[in-house]
C-alpha cells in the first residue's frame, strides 16, 4: 500500500482520540537534532470540525484483535485496515515537524497481538525519532493497558505524555461493550505511570536542590498522563461520569480527562445508544471538568441539583449551581474572598485574580466589570459593587432562569470545540 | 503643540519620551506619528539639545509592556505609552495592577493582540524545501499583523537550529544561516517552488477532519481566514465544508 493511502487510513482511524494537547513539557533542542517543547502547546491548525492540529495523530496500526462495540477499528468491523513501518510514521513526522506543521506525534494502535507486543512497536517508534533522528518535539504515546512495567518504563523515557484510556465510567459498562477490558486493569496501567512520574518530579526536585545539572535524572513522561471516556455509547449519566473523572484525578492525578462524545454512525452492537450524543453534552462535561480542576467545586455539588443526573444542555454547570444556592448571592466583589468569586456566573478565575488585585487601590464599580470583559448578562444578578447595580433585585424573582434560557439549538451553534472550550473562562 | 515621531521604533520612542518627561511635557501637548508620516514637523522632541536626558526609574513590568505596545500596528500606540509613562511617573506607581483602568485596557488589549500575532506567527509559518544553488533549504511566506517578526523569530533559532532557513513576509525578512540570524527589509511577494511533503500534509488534514461535526465559525476565530492564502490546507477547506454537509 502506497504511504500517502496508509497516511490517510491511519488519521482517520486515529480521529476519534479527542486529546490534542502538546503543553506541559519543556525540553531543549538536542544538539545536533531537531525540535524542542518550551512548556507551551501551540496549535498548528485548525479543521472545519473547530478541532486544532497540534500533533501528527495516527495509528500504527487499525488492525485489532479486541471487538470494543463503540469503536471503528474493532474486530468486526468492515473498515479498510493499513500498518505503518516504524520507520514510516518516523519519517511523516519528522517531514511534518520540519515543516512546521506539527509540535510532534501522538501515536495510538489497534492491539495487534496482545498488550506487550503492541506496546514494544509503539515504544520502537519514539526510541528511533529520539534516538535515531535526535528528534526534541512532543511525543504522546498511548499507553496500552496491561503492558509489562518494563515497557511502560521505557514509554516514558522516550515520551512526553502517556495516556491509559479509561473509555467509560463503571465496569458494567466495559462488561456490555469491551468485554477485553477491566477498570482493574486500566487503573493499574495508570497507577504505574502514577509511580513513574511521582518518582521522576521527586529526582528533579533532588537535582535542582543539590544544584546537579537540571536532567541529570531521566525525566518520564514530563508532561504527564490523560485519559479518555467516550459519552453516551452506554447509558451511564455525567454524574456517574463525573463521579469517575474527580477519583481519576485524585487517584492518579491526571493531568486531564477527555470526553469524546459517542456517533452511533456504522455501529450495530444492540448494546450501543442508538441516538447520537448531542455534542453540548460534550461540551457540558468539560465545563463541569473545568470547574473541579480549577474552581474549587466537586463532583457532588455540581451533580446534586440535576434531576436525571445528567447536566443541563440549556446553561452552564456554575450558572446552574448558582441558581440553586441563590441564598449565598449577592456576593460583594469589593469584599468576598477569592474562593466565593470563583463561584459568581461569568467571572473566570483570570478576572477573579484581576479584581483582588485591583480592589487594594480602589473600589470595584459595574464599569470596572464591563472593561474586564467579565460576562455581565451572567454575572450581574449575581454581585455587588461600589456603585448601584439595579440588576442584583431581581436575584430572588423566580422567573430569574428563564432569562438565561435561549434555543438549545442555538447554543450548540456557538458552543466551541472542546479544544477551545477548555481554554476558556467561564 | 510638540511633534514626535519615532518612526515604528521602540528604542527611539523610549528616547522621545525621556526628553519628553524631563521636561514635564503633558501627554496632551504632544502629536505622536509612526512609521514616517512625521513629515513636515520633523522630531521635535529628539532635536531639542536642551533637554535633560534624566532617567526615569519606572517597573520592570511597564517596560515589558511596553516592548510588547509598539510592536503594535498603529500610532496610536506611542501616544498611549506616553500617556501611561507620564501617568506613572506622576506618581500613580500601581497603575499596572489597575486593569479596568481605561489606558491600561487598552494597552492590555494591544499587547493580547500582538502576542496573540507571535503565537500565530509560531503556529502558521510553513516552511517548503526548496533548493538554492544546490543546497537545501526552509524557506516561508508569512503575513504577519503587526510589527513581530523580531520577536517571533527566535523561536524558530531555537527550535530548527541546525535547518538554514528563511521567513519572509511585507514587513520584515529573516534568515538563519545556521549561525546568525540576519534580517532584511520585507517583501511585496515572494515565489517559492513546490515541496512535495506538502501532499501529505494535505491528505493528512483531509483524514483527520471529522465530518460528523462542524463547526466552522470556532475554526475561523483560531485560524483568521486572512491567513488562509499562506497556508497550504487552507484550500481544502471549503471542499470539506461541502462535503460535510452530505454525510
Ligand atoms: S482495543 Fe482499542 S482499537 Fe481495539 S477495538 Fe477496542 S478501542 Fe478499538
Known amino acids: 500500500m502506497e504511504l500517502k493511502t496508509k497516511l490517510s487510513v491511519l488519521a482517520d482511524a486515529a480521529k476519534y482520540d479527542a486529546s490534542c494537547a502538546s503543553s506541559g513539557s519543556k525540553r531543549e533542542r538536542p544538539k545536533g537534532g ?285 450558572l446552574a449551581w448558582a441558581l440553586a444556592h441563590r441564598q449565598l448571592f449577592p456576593v460583594d466583589v469589593n469584599r468576598a474572598s477569592r474562593s466565593l468569586l470563583l463561584r459568581v456566573p461569568g467571572i473566570g478565575v483570570r478576572n477573579v485574580d484581576r479584581i483582588v488585585k485591583i480592589r487594594r487601590f480602589h473600589r470595584i464599580g459595574l464599569a470596572d466589570l464591563v472593561r474586564l470583559k467579565v460576562s455581565m448578562n451572567r454575572a450581574k444578578w449575581f454581585v455587588v459593587t461600589a456603585d448601584h447595580n439595579p440588576d442584583v433585585f431581581n436575584l430572588d424573582k423566580t422567573d430569574l432562569m428563564t432569562r438565561f434560557r435561549r434555543p438549545a439549538e442555538q447554543l450548540s451553534l456557538f458552543a466551541p470545540g472542546p479544544a477551545t472550550v477548555v481554554m476558556g473562562e467561564i | 503643540m510638540i511633534y514626535a515621531d519615532p518612526g515604528d521604533s521602540f528604542a527611539e520612542w523610549r528616547e522621545a519620551a525621556r526628553g519628553l518627561l524631563a521636561r514635564g511635557v503633558r501627554p496632551d501637548e504632544v502629536v505622536w506619528s509612526g512609521g514616517g508620516q512625521a513629515g513636515l514637523f520633523g522630531n521635535a522632541a529628539a532635536d531639542d539639545d536642551a533637554a535633560p536626558c534624566g532617567t526615569f526609574r519606572v517597573p520592570a513590568e511597564f517596560l515589558k509592556l511596553a516592548r510588547a505596545v509598539a510592536c503594535y500596528e498603529s500610532v496610536e500606540r506611542w501616544g498611549l505609552l506616553y500617556r501611561l509613562l507620564y501617568r506613572i511617573a506622576g506618581g500613580r506607581r500601581h497603575l499596572l495592577e489597575i486593569e479596568s483602568d481605561e489606558d491600561m485596557r487598552c494597552a492590555r488589549l494591544m499587547e493580547k493582540a500582538v502576542n496573540r500575532d507571535v503565537h500565530k506567527f509560531h503556529a502558521f509559518v510553513r516552511f517548503r524545501e526548496i533548493e538554492v544553488e544546490g543546497e537545501k533549504v526552509f524557506a516561508a511566506w508569512h503575513e504577519p499583523q503587526h510589527f513581530t517578526v523580531e520577536k517571533a523569530v527566535p523561536f524558530f533559532v531555537r527550535r530548527f537550529g541546525d535547518m538554514r532557513f528563511s521567513i519572509f513576509t511585507p514587513k520584515l525578512c529573516a534568515h538563519w544561516d545556521l549561525e546568525e540570524l540576519k534580517f532584511s527589509p520585507g517583501v511585496e511577494r515572494v515565489a517559492l517552488a513546490d515541496d512535495t511533503t506538502e501532499d501529505f500534509w494535505l491528505t493528512y488534514y483531509r483524514a483527520i477532519f471529522n465530518p460528523f461535526r462542524l463547526k466552522v465559525g470556532a475554526m475561523k476565530k483560531e485560524m483568521p481566514v486572512r491567513h488562509w492564502r499562506t497556508l497550504p490546507e487552507a484550500r481544502l477547506i471549503n471542499e470539506l465544508i461541502e462535503e460535510a454537509g452530505r454525510v
Open chain 1, 34 to 318: 531537531i525540535g524542542n517543547t518550551e512548556g507551551m502547546g501551540i496549535c498548528h491548525s485548525y479543521t472545519p470540525d473547530g478541532r486544532c492540529i497540534s500533533l501528527l495523530k495516527l495509528l500504527l496500526t487499525n488492525v485489532c484483535i479486541w471487538d470494543c462495540s463503540y469503536c471503528v477499528n474493532r474486530r468486526s468491523s468492515n473498515v479498510r485496515r493499513a500498518r505503518f513501518k516504524p520507520e514510516e510514521v518516523v519519517r511523516l513526522t519528522i517531514d511534518f515537524y520540519k515543516r512546521n506543521y506539527i509540535e510532534g506525534l501522538f501515536l495510538s494502535s489497534g492491539i495487534i497481538q496482545n498488550a506487550d507486543y503492541t506496546m514494544e512497536q509503539l515504544v520502537l517508534v519514539a526510541k528511533k525519532l529520539r534516538e535515531e533522528e535526535n528528534f526534541g518535539g512532543y511525543i504522546h504515546l498511548k499507553a496500552v493497558p496491561g503492558a509489562s512495567e518494563v515497557l511502560l518504563k521505557q514509554a516514558g523515557k522516550y515520551a512526553d505524555r502517556l495516556s491509559a484510556n479509561i473509555e467509560m465510567p463503571v465496569q458494567e459498562d466495559l462488561d456490555k461493550l469491551a468485554p477485553e477490558k477491566t477498570i482493574g486493569e486500566i487503573e493499574d496501567t495508570m497507577g504505574t505511570l502514577r509511580a513513574e512520574i511521582d518518582e521522576s518530579r521527586e529526582r528533579a526536585r533532588a537535582d535542582k536542590k543539590s544544584a546537579r545539572p537540571a536532567g541529570a535524572g531521566e525525566t518520564f513522561a514530563g508532561a504527564g498522563q490523560s485519559t479518555q471516556l467516550v459519552v453516551g455509547a452506554s447509558r451511564s449519566s455525567d454524574s456517574v461520569i463525573l463521579k469517575k473523572a474527580e477519583e481519576l484525578y485524585k487517584k492518579f492525578k491526571l493531568r486531564r480527562v477527555y470526553y469524546s462524545a459517542f456517533s452511533p454512525a456504522e455501529f450495530t452492537s444492540p448494546e450501543l445508544s442508538r441516538t447520537p450524543t448531542p455534542p453540548m453534552r460534550e461540551h457540558r462535561l468539560y465545563e463541569a471538568d473545568w470547574l473541579i480542576r480549577h474552581y474549587g467545586f466537586s463532583a457532588s455539588e455540581i451533580t446534586a441539583q440535576i434531576a436525571d443526573g445528567n447536566l443541563d444542555l440549556t446553561k452552564d454547570p456554575k
